[in-house]
Structure formats: structure tokens, C-alpha cells
């Protein structure tokens, strides 16, 4: 018996639809997503492809050309709407700006897609780097029609997710069919015309997560050529441990490409010294050139001349030999130098194996960047919202905001000051990362762009 709070079905088990289901536990692969008459995209069995899994093999390529690259259904109609040329024109708000008509930075409310269009005159070949945090298509995000003809109103409208009759826009659900192809649909016009404002030394960075991360590899190994993939950035975007019940995920992806590598042999920069890195440079002897840090005096032997194997005498008269497959870095003439002018550190009892001193302040030290950027070092979703909280009265008025310390090192790697623009901007965090590298002597402007969104308010009744 059931209680008599539960509400049972007016209806049977769906049994074709059930037996769908347990065929795609079965077969997966065997299921695709395929346009109706109508051109709506649908899930739909391949029937080939299951034949071919259960062992019936057949040509099922007879009629198609084989080749090497990424297709879904509705990306005919990604290249047309490229195509469309836009014929919105950008309104000033005066009233609403700061030093309107002297700063070079704006602040523009509308579909990306649209202003994206509109910016491809005046930006085009032009803009320096590009950061995005797009949707991460994990089923709650809402993915809005590329419309122009929808109105300021509407769109503000899809942006709280509900119609002026107060009912729901429905989400990319991970249970419809074609979850991955309306994602695709929507970033991939985008990032299109955005390969477009690019300088021929511009990078681009993508915030994203496992669930798209592989199919946005693939389209922008397609935009941009996968020979211009510099790095897939991994960031550590909390320390705490996140209650899931299978694995707790404690990093999302950045993904970065260049607009042109082959013009560059560094595509993005290097980055200052940190705190952890000069710590590492010390003067325990007290030598006149300054702050030094030891490294090997050896090399692989396969690298290494004659004149680059010997055995080396020490100050103190103890002999160091060399170990099987490595050479001295110098010869035995330039070490015997070296040692005279105190560049080479035996430790402190000179008895240590030789080491090689090299010094703060003989060059610039950059660091090469690594593919980690540690919550210590560029802190974390929750060190964002905190931030958020403070300028809302203690309102999370934005769930996943990026650190502005993750932008600003992204803006570091990028290198030379310039245009930057992010169409996805939302609570303008990269905004205030060229403010604050501004303050340090960079020229840097900003372009952002975000669909207007109505920002949540808690209203306090007066007692």
C-alpha cells in the first residue's frame, strides 16, 4: 500500500521508451542526434551502428567520404548564422559613465553574438587577449536563442529565466538529447568571430570543466588550428573538499591558444618572480654580487666536448668525479675561474658537491609559467564570492565568479599591454584585473560584454 500523501501515475510504463533507454546503457554509441522535418534536433537509434556492435558488420561508411575532424547536427546553420550580418547599432549611455569621453574602456549590454558582430570593424586584427567564462553546460545553465530580432525587454527576460508571466525558460538539460549540440551551437559562432579580433600575437583563455572540456578542445582545434594549442591550464578553484558523492572535484580547465604561433616562439610570456621563487635565493657567504641560488654544475655527457671531462679540485684539495653520463657545465680552464672568483659553492664545510651560483640580479629572472595555477597563488571561487558578498551587502549575488588574481596573472602571461576583451564577462572581474595591473604601470584596456541580467537584491523590511 502507498501512503496516502504519494501520488501515483495515471498512466502505464512507458515500455518503448523504457526499452530505449536500457538499449542506450547497452550501446551508447548506437544513439545519435540527427534533425526531423521540422529541423528540430532529436536523439534518434542508428541502426548501422548497432548492427556493427552486435557483430553484423556492414559499410557503413559506403556513401560518405571519410575524414578527419568534428561534426553535430545544426553546425550548417553555426556558419550561416556567421554570415548574417548584424544591423544593430551600439546606443551610449552617457548618464550611466564615467569620463565618457575619455576612457578607453566600454562596458557593453546586449547578445554577444550580435556585438561581436558589430566589433569586427573596429577591432578586427586588433585586440591582445581574450578571456571567456562561458557556460559550462552542466544541465542548470540557460542557454538563450541566437534572436536579434527579440527585444532589450526579452532578453532580460531570458536572463531570469522566466517570461513576464512569471513561468519558466527551460535549461540545457543534460536529459535532453541534445544537450551537447545546443552548447556547441552557441559557442561556436562565438568563438568564430572572436578568432577574428585577434592580433596576430593574441591568446585567447577559456574557463571550463570536464563536461565540455573535450568538445571545446575540438572546436577550437578547428578555429584556431590545433598547432596554435598552447596549454590546457588546470586551476585549483577550491581547498575545501566539495560533498559529492563519487569523486569531489577541486579544479576547472583553462584552456589557451594563440591566434598565429608560428609568429611567436613564446606566444604567451613569462611571469615575475613570486615570493616562493626568490625565496630560494639566499647569501649565506655573503658574496659582494648579492642574493645567488645554486644549481648543478653538470650536464648530460651526450652534450658535452672533451675539454668537459676531468676530474675537479676543489679549494680544500678533495677530488670530484664525475658520475657515469654526465660532464662538467664548463670546461676545466672557465671552472677553475669560476672557483677563483668565488662562483662556485662547495657548501658551507666545502665539502659539498660543486654547485653553480647563480645570481638575483645578474639578469631579469622570470618564471617559465607551469601548468597549475594553486589556489595560494591566484586564490578561489570562494574568495570570489567573499569579494562579491562585500560590495552586495553580504548577497551572493554571482554563484561562481572568477578570483581577480586568476585574471591578472592571465593578463601577465599575455604579455604586452594592449586591447582585452571578455564577452562573457559577468560580474566584470576581468575589468578590475586591468585596473589593478594598470596601477602598476600597464596601459591595458577592456572591452566587456554581458547579456543584461537583473542581479538578485534582498530587500529588508523597516521594523
Same mark, same amino acid.
Given at each position: 500500500?502507498?501512503?496516502?500523501?504519494?501520488?501515483l501515475?495515471?498512466?502505464?510504463?512507458?515500455?518503448?521508451?523504457?526499452?530505449?533507454?536500457?538499449?542506450?546503457?547497452?550501446?551508447p554509441?548506437?544513439?545519435?542526434?540527427t534533425?526531423?522535418?521540422?529541423?528540430?534536433v532529436?536523439?534518434?537509434?542508428?541502426f548501422?551502428?548497432?548492427?556493427?556492435?552486435?557483430?553484423?558488420?556492414?559499410?557503413?561508411?559506403?556513401?560518405?567520404?571519410e575524414?578527419?575532424g568534428?561534426?553535430?547536427?545544426?553546425?550548417?546553420?553555426c556558419l550561416?548564422?556567421?554570415?548574417?550580418?548584424?544591423?544593430?547599432?551600439l546606443?551610449?549611455?552617457?548618464?550611466?559613465?564615467v569620463?565618457f569621453?575619455?576612457?578607453?574602456n566600454?562596458?557593453?549590454?546586449g547578445d554577444?553574438?550580435?556585438?561581436?558582430?558589430?566589433?569586427?570593424?573596429?577591432?578586427?586584427?586588433?585586440?591582445?587577449?581574450?578571456?571567456?567564462d562561458?557556460?559550462?553546460?552542466?544541465? +542548470?545553465?540557460?542557454?538563450?536563442?541566437?534572436?536579434?530580432?527579440?527585444?532589450?525587454?526579452?532578453y532580460l527576460?531570458y536572463?531570469?529565466? +522566466?517570461?513576464?508571466?512569471?513561468?519558466?525558460?527551460?535549461?540545457?538539460?543534460?536529459?535532453?538529447g541534445r544537450?551537447?549540440t +545546443?552548447?556547441l551551437?552557441?559557442m561556436?559562432?562565438?568563438?568564430?568571430?572572436?578568432r577574428?579580433?585577434?592580433?596576430e600575437?593574441g591568446?585567447?583563455?577559456?574557463?571550463?570543466?570536464?563536461?565540455?572540456v573535450e568538445?571545446?578542445?575540438?572546436i577550437?582545434?578547428?578555429?584556431?588550428?590545433?598547432?596554435?594549442?598552447?596549454?590546457?591550464?588546470?586551476?585549483?578553484?577550491?581547498?575545501?573538499?566539495?560533498?559529492?558523492k563519487?569523486?569531489?572535484t577541486?579544479?576547472?580547465?583553462?584552456l589557451?591558444?594563440?591566434r598565429n604561433a608560428?609568429?611567436?616562439?613564446r606566444?604567451?610570456s613569462?611571469?615575475?618572480?613570486?615570493?616562493?621563487?626568490?625565496?630560494?635565493? +639566499?647569501?649565506p657567504?655573503?658574496?659582494?654580487?648579492g642574493l645567488?641560488k645554486?644549481?648543478?654544475?653538470?650536464?648530460?655527457?651526450?652534450?658535452?666536448?672533451?675539454s668537459?671531462f676531468?676530474d675537479l679540485?676543489?679549494?680544500?684539495?678533495?677530488?670530484?668525479?664525475?658520475?657515469s653520463g654526465?660532464?662538467?657545465?664548463?670546461?676545466e680552464?672557465?671552472?677553475?675561474?669560476?672557483?677563483e672568483?668565488?662562483?662556485?659553492?662547495f657548501?658551507?664545510d666545502?665539502?659539498?658537491?660543486?654547485?653553480i651560483?647563480?645570481y638575483?640580479?645578474a639578469?631579469?629572472?622570470?618564471?617559465?609559467?607551469?601548468?597549475?595555477f594553486?589556489?595560494e597563488?591566484?586564490g578561489t571561487?570562494?574568495?570570489a564570492k567573499?569579494?562579491i558578498?562585500?560590495l552586495f551587502?553580504?548577497i551572493a549575488?554571482?554563484?561562481t565568479?572568477?578570483p581577480?588574481q586568476l585574471?591578472?596573472?592571465?593578463?601577465?602571461?599575455s604579455?604586452?599591454p594592449?586591447?582585452?576583451?571578455?564577452?562573457f564577462?559577468g560580474?566584470?572581474?576581468?575589468g578590475?584585473?586591468?585596473?589593478r595591473?594598470?596601477l602598476?604601470?600597464?596601459?591595458?584596456?577592456?572591452?566587456?560584454?554581458?547579456?543584461?541580467?537583473?542581479v538578485?537584491?534582498?530587500?529588508?523590511?523597516k521594523?
Amino acid at each position: 500500500m502507498s501512503d496516502q500523501n504519494t501520488r501515483l501515475a495515471g498512466e502505464s510504463l512507458d515500455i518503448t521508451q523504457q526499452r530505449r533507454v536500457e538499449l542506450k546503457q547497452l550501446f551508447p554509441s548506437a544513439f545519435t542526434e540527427t534533425c526531423n522535418d521540422k529541423g528540430e534536433v532529436v536523439e534518434s537509434l542508428d541502426f548501422e551502428r548497432l548492427k556493427a556492435e552486435l557483430g553484423e558488420l556492414t559499410d557503413i561508411y559506403d556513401n560518405r567520404r571519410e575524414r578527419y575532424g568534428m561534426d553535430w547536427p545544426g553546425k550548417r546553420n553555426c556558419l550561416r548564422l556567421i554570415q548574417q550580418p548584424s544591423t544593430a547599432t551600439l546606443k551610449p549611455c552617457r548618464e550611466e559613465s564615467v569620463d565618457f569621453d575619455t576612457t578607453e574602456n566600454l562596458f557593453i549590454e546586449g547578445d554577444n553574438l550580435e556585438v561581436l558582430k558589430l566589433l569586427q570593424k573596429g577591432y578586427y586584427g586588433s585586440v591582445k587577449m581574450i578571456y571567456i567564462d562561458p557556460p559550462y553546460n552542466t544541465g +542548470k545553465e540557460f542557454i538563450y536563442p541566437d534572436n536579434f530580432s527579440e527585444s532589450l525587454d526579452t532578453y532580460l527576460q531570458y536572463a531570469g529565466l +522566466k517570461d513576464s508571466e512569471g513561468r519558466n525558460f527551460s535549461t540545457n538539460s543534460a536529459n535532453e538529447g541534445r544537450f551537447h549540440t +545546443k552548447w556547441l551551437n552557441m559557442m561556436y559562432p562565438r568563438l568564430y568571430l572572436a578568432r577574428n579580433l585577434l592580433r596576430e600575437d593574441g591568446v585567447i583563455f577559456i574557463s571550463i570543466d570536464d563536461n565540455e572540456v573535450e568538445n571545446l578542445r575540438r572546436i577550437c582545434d578547428e578555429i584556431f588550428g590545433e598547432e596554435n594549442f598552447v596549454a590546457q591550464f588546470i586551476w585549483e578553484k577550491r581547498t575545501n573538499r566539495e560533498n559529492r558523492k563519487i569523486v569531489s572535484t577541486r579544479h576547472d580547465y583553462i584552456l589557451c591558444y594563440s591566434r598565429n604561433a608560428w609568429e611567436s616562439d613564446r606566444p604567451i610570456s613569462q611571469l615575475p618572480m613570486n615570493e616562493k621563487a626568490l625565496a630560494s635565493y +639566499k647569501n649565506p657567504d655573503n658574496d659582494f654580487r648579492g642574493l645567488w641560488k645554486s644549481d648543478p654544475a653538470t650536464a648530460q655527457a651526450g652534450h658535452g666536448t672533451k675539454s668537459q671531462f676531468y676530474d675537479l679540485v676543489a679549494p680544500n684539495g678533495k677530488i670530484h668525479q664525475l658520475e657515469s653520463g654526465r660532464c662538467w657545465l664548463y670546461t676545466e680552464k672557465s671552472m677553475n675561474q669560476a672557483i677563483e672568483e668565488n662562483r662556485i659553492w662547495f657548501g658551507k664545510d666545502g665539502n659539498g658537491v660543486p654547485r653553480i651560483k647563480t645570481y638575483l640580479k645578474a639578469k631579469d629572472r622570470r618564471l617559465t609559467p607551469e601548468t597549475i595555477f594553486f589556489a595560494e597563488e591566484v586564490g578561489t571561487t570562494e574568495v570570489a564570492k567573499n569579494k562579491i558578498k562585500e560590495l552586495f551587502d553580504g548577497i551572493a549575488a554571482f554563484e561562481t565568479p572568477k578570483p581577480v588574481q586568476l585574471l591578472q596573472t592571465l593578463l601577465k602571461l599575455s604579455a604586452n599591454p594592449g586591447v582585452v576583451v571578455d564577452f562573457f564577462s559577468g560580474s566584470g572581474s576581468l575589468g578590475e584585473a586591468v585596473y589593478r595591473e594598470n596601477l602598476t604601470g600597464s596601459s591595458t584596456r577592456f572591452v566587456l560584454i554581458q547579456l543584461p541580467s537583473l542581479v538578485k537584491r534582498e530587500v529588508k523590511r523597516k521594523k
